[in-house]
T-cell receptor, first 115, second 111 residues
Framework: ETGVTQTPRHLVMGMTNKKSLKCEQH?????MYWYKQSAKKPLELMFV???????ENNSVPSRFSPECPNSSHLFLHLHTLQPEDSALYLC??????????????FGSGTRLTVV | GESVGLHLPTLSVQEGDNSIINCAYS??????FIWYKQESGKGPQFIID?????DKRQGQRVTVLLNKTVKHLSLQIAATQPGDSAVYFC??????????FGTGTRLTIIP
């Protein structure tokens, strides 16, 4: 366990479904991140939250909707996804800035399959 | 940006040999560098880091070398074991800016 917990580990959803991914950390970190990892591609940053405020949206389609109710929890709400959205979705947390203190701590990810 | 279907570099090493994984970083102002290991079905895990005021740092069986002149980072793994098989990512950071990740290298240990 890294200290960052993601649920569910696996998710299969239809294109008309609505689902949510959850991320939780109790490391005392104030920054949280969503990344998408597709086969044969580098990690793609999606969203960044600092102290519960969204500080970056990396041109992510609106069918992905993040929510950060507090510094320990991060959600990614999914609706009307496309098959190309199938990927491993990784959550990470860090102290502000992440320069030092070991960088980001990642969860194990949610393997999402859109059918 | 990255192209679709980017081929992940691979490295195959005999068990017990040393491995060297290389990374070219992009920002000459970056002052913090990290190596991550990602095993199948898991998220990336921290291995070792180094600041720009150093050119070498050692951990348990791992050594990171930093060459700022050519913006090059390497990870050396001594006496590789089957459990070292994974994808290895480098990351660079500057000040309070977010980390930038490399594409990764898949390391396979041959028994």
């Amino acid at each position: 366990e890294t200290g960052v917990t993601q649920t569910p580990r696996h998710l299969v959803m239809g294109m008309t479904n609505k689902k949510s991914l959850k991320c939780e950390q109790h490391l005392g970190h104030n920054a949280m991140y969503w990344y998408k990892q597709s086969a044969k591609k580098p990690l793609e940053l999606m969203f960044v939250y600092n102290f519960k405020e969204q500080t970056e949206n990396n041109s992510v389609p609106s069918r992905f909707s993040p929510e950060c109710p507090n510094s320990s929890h991060l959600f990614l709400h999914l609706h009307t996804l496309q098959p190309e959205d199938s990927a491993l979705y990784l959550c990470a947390s860090s102290p502000p800035g992440a320069s030092g203190s070991g960088g980001y701590t990642f969860g194990s990810g949610t393997r999402l399959t859109v059918v | 940006g990255e192209s679709v279907g980017l081929h992940l570099p691979t490295l195959s090493v005999q068990e017990g040999d040393n491995s060297i994984i290389n990374c070219a970083y992009s920002n000459s102002a970056s002052d913090y560098f990290i190596w991550y290991k990602q095993e199948s079905g898991k998220g990336p895990q921290f291995i070792i880091d180094i600041r720009s005021n150093m050119d070498k740092r050692q951990g348990q069986r791992v050594t990171v070398l930093l060459n700022k002149t050519v913006k090059h980072l390497s990870l050396q793994i001594a006496a590789t074991q089957p459990g070292d098989s994974a994808v290895y990512f480098c990351a660079e950071g500057f000040g309070n800016e977010k980390l930038t990740f490399g594409t990764g290298t898949r390391l396979t240990i041959i028994p």
